[in-house]
């Protein structure tokens, strides 16, 4: 649910820490009300009302009104072209009042300093089962740190999603580079992933995804173009991705973007289905699909819709609702995606080239407010995912394994989340997941990860927006 703020988005997504967590940070509140929020409420506004992958619920942004009638409206109605469904189908009058007094009494608490003060520093040491390690900042100061990439000297090229992109060189943040495009910064949308090209060291060649406006007032889409890094600025620019101009649409959820570079030099990017969920089994339509494209944006011959008129040839799979983390494994080649679901149905695929992942013809998940989207989780014909996350856990960015330092992790798979605020360790034997282990939780939302050049583990959260780095201790 999300109710007064300006942002009003996020993904359905059920904070694994929200049923349990509700009761101890809203000690003085009946449980019935506790109840009904941590189910409908806490999956994208966190335990405690201040933001999880959607946002706060007692800031002073109001922008559907802050009046108790206002409240309880946006409950009942939802918002239009949100995420924001009505809950008035699956709740009482009596249910919805009780959380109107619930979100006040949260403001109250937040006025006077009683909510929780955030994120809890980091221990000296974590144990796992594997390693022990030390979690140690880098940067910090950033707002909503979205996409990680390393340059050839080690520098760490990282994305804000409020339309700045800096590098990281040891320890020390830069100024923003120039020339970033202007981004449409609402809701899921902003600067999104980047990527550089596996010769950047010849060309200079960085790609980015981001959300950019249509020629319709608070229309939008995601827009992938590539640029070379010279001298601090983003220059020869040239647009890899652009929708048609009548598929940008008063809808700022599920832009996508993932970029990701394979042995062959292609560019692989998601796209979410923008809102629209019919669309993710439209071979027309770009959206809920992954892309496979050549360095300049082609489409090439071997892509498996590439004859088809009908068909948009720069398809590699389909059926996807939002897919949030791309890796290729070292060990095979083969490439693994991780997806948002809705209300729970997070998931890992192994990808395959012209598959049908399914959405939202059959999926382990629910809408926001409750209601069902379909009775089946797997179908003739559908790719089922390795494996799925209910209740969601906001699944995000991952990355194989493959350095020195964590000899214990080598080939298994870290992969982050946002409402679950943490990061884990798959196994993965035969195309199967034989063991998750969190490896660190509570600490902010973690949305990338990449593994650097010196075979540590590098991570971005958000919430506070800062850069951190798992160092292996003795």
Same mark, same amino acid.
């Given at each position: ?5 300006s942002?009003l ?6 904070a694994?820490a929200?049923?349990a967590l509700?009761a101890h940070?809203?000690?003085?509140t009946?449980?019935?009300v =506790?109840a009904?929020? =941590?189910?409908a ?10 933001g999880?992958?959607g946002p706060?619920?007692?800031?002073d942004?109001?922008?559907?009104g802050?009046?108790d009638e206002? @409240?309880a ?6 918002v239009?072209?949100t995420p924001?469904?009505g809950?008035?189908a699956?709740?009482?009058p009596?249910q919805?009042?009780a959380l109107v007094?619930y979100i006040r009494?949260?403001q109250?608490?937040a006025?006077?300093g009683r909510?929780p003060?955030?994120p ?6 974590f ?5 022990a390690?030390?979690a140690?900042v ?10 990680l990439?390393?340059l050839?000297?080690g520098?760490?090229l ?6 700045r992109?800096r590098?990281i ?6 100024s923003p580079?120039g020339g ?8 899921d949308?902003?600067l999104?992933? @980047? ?5 950047f060291a010849?060309?200079?060649?960085v ?8 020629n319709e ?6 827009r992938?173009?590539?640029g070379t890094?010279l001298d601090g600025?983003l220059?020869?620019?040239r647009?890899?991705?652009?929708p048609?101009p009548?598929?940008y649409?008063?809808n700022n ?6 970029l ?6 292609r560019?692989f990017?998601s ?6 969920m019919r669309?993710?089994?439209d071979l =027309?339509s770009?959206?809920?699909k ?6 300049d944006?082609? =489409?090439p011959?071997d892509?498996p819709f590439a004859?088809?008129k009908?068909?948009?040839?720069s398809i590699?799979?389909?059926?996807h609702r939002n ?5 290729v ?9 991780t997806?948002h679901?809705?209300r729970?149905g997070?998931e890992?695929n192994l990808?395959?080239k012209g598959?049908n992942?399914?959405w939202?013809?059959v999926?382990f998940?629910m809408n ?5 989207i379909?009775d089946?989780v797997?179908?003739e ?14 699944v ?12 214990g992790?080598?080939g298994d798979l870290?992969v982050?989340a946002?409402?679950?605020q943490?990061l884990?360790?798959l196994?993965?034997?035969d195309d199967k997941?034989?063991?998750q282990e969190?490896?660190?939780r509570g ?9 650097g050049t010196?075979?540590l583990?590098?991570l971005?959260l958000?919430?506070p927006?800062?850069i951190?780095?798992?160092?292996p201790?003795?």
């Amino acid at each position: 649910m999300r109710v007064v703020t300006s942002a009003l988005v996020g993904g359905a997504c059920l904070a694994l820490a929200g049923v349990a967590l509700i009761a101890h940070a809203q000690p003085a509140t009946p449980t019935g009300v =506790a109840a009904t929020y =941590a189910t409908a409420c806490a999956n994208c506004h966190g335990p405690s009302l201040q933001g999880g992958q959607g946002p706060s619920l007692v800031d002073d942004e109001n922008k559907h009104g802050d009046s108790d009638e206002a @409240i309880a409206r946006v409950i009942a109605d939802g918002v239009p072209n949100t995420p924001m469904m009505g809950f008035k189908a699956t709740m009482s009058p009596q249910q919805i009042r009780a959380l109107v007094i619930y979100i006040r009494e949260g403001q109250a608490r937040a006025r006077t300093g009683r909510l929780p003060a955030g994120p809890p520093p980091f221990p000296e040491r974590f144990t796992s089962e594997r390693h022990a390690f030390r979690a140690e900042v880098i940067a910090s100061g950033l707002d909503t740190p979205w996409g990680l990439e390393f340059l050839p000297d080690g520098a760490l090229l990282v994305s804000e999603r409020p339309g700045r992109l800096r590098t990281i060189r040891k320890g020390v943040v830069s100024s923003p580079i120039g020339g970033v495009p202007t981004v449409w910064h609402q809701q899921d949308g902003g600067l999104l992933d @980047i990527a550089i090209h596996p010769r950047f060291a010849e060309n200079g060649w960085v790609y980015l995804a981001y959300t950019e406006t249509g020629n319709e007032p608070r229309s939008s889409s995601t827009r992938i173009i590539r640029g070379t890094l010279l001298d601090g600025v983003l220059v020869d620019q040239r647009t890899i991705f652009k929708p048609a101009p009548d598929l940008y649409w008063d809808n700022n959820s599920h832009y996508g973007a993932r970029l990701l570079f394979d042995r062959d030099e292609r560019l692989f990017f998601s796209i979410g289905d923008r809102g629209h969920m019919r669309d993710s089994q439209d071979l =027309a339509s770009p959206y809920g699909k992954l892309h496979r494209v050549t360095a300049d944006g082609d =489409a090439p011959s071997d892509n498996p819709f590439a004859g088809r008129k009908d068909a948009t040839r720069s398809i590699w799979s389909y059926g996807h609702r939002n897919q949030q983390g791309l890796a290729v494994d070292p060990r095979t080649g083969r490439l693994w995606a991780t997806e948002h679901g809705p209300r729970g149905g997070d998931e890992l695929n192994l990808i395959a080239k012209g598959r049908n992942y399914g959405w939202p013809d059959v999926t382990f998940g629910m809408n926001d407010n409750g209601t069902p989207i379909t009775d089946r989780v797997a179908g003739e014909g559908l790719e089922s995912p390795v494996t799925h996350w209910t209740p969601s856990i906001a699944v995000c960015g991952i990355a194989f394994y493959n350095g020195r330092r964590f000899p214990g992790w080598d080939g298994d798979l870290l992969v982050t989340a946002l409402a679950g605020q943490q990061l884990r360790r798959l196994t993965i034997r035969d195309d199967k997941v034989t063991q998750q282990e969190v490896l660190l939780r509570g600490f902010g939302r973690v949305r990338d990860v990449r593994v650097g050049t010196d075979g540590l583990v590098y991570l971005a959260l958000n919430d506070p927006g800062r850069i951190v780095r798992l160092v292996p201790v003795e």
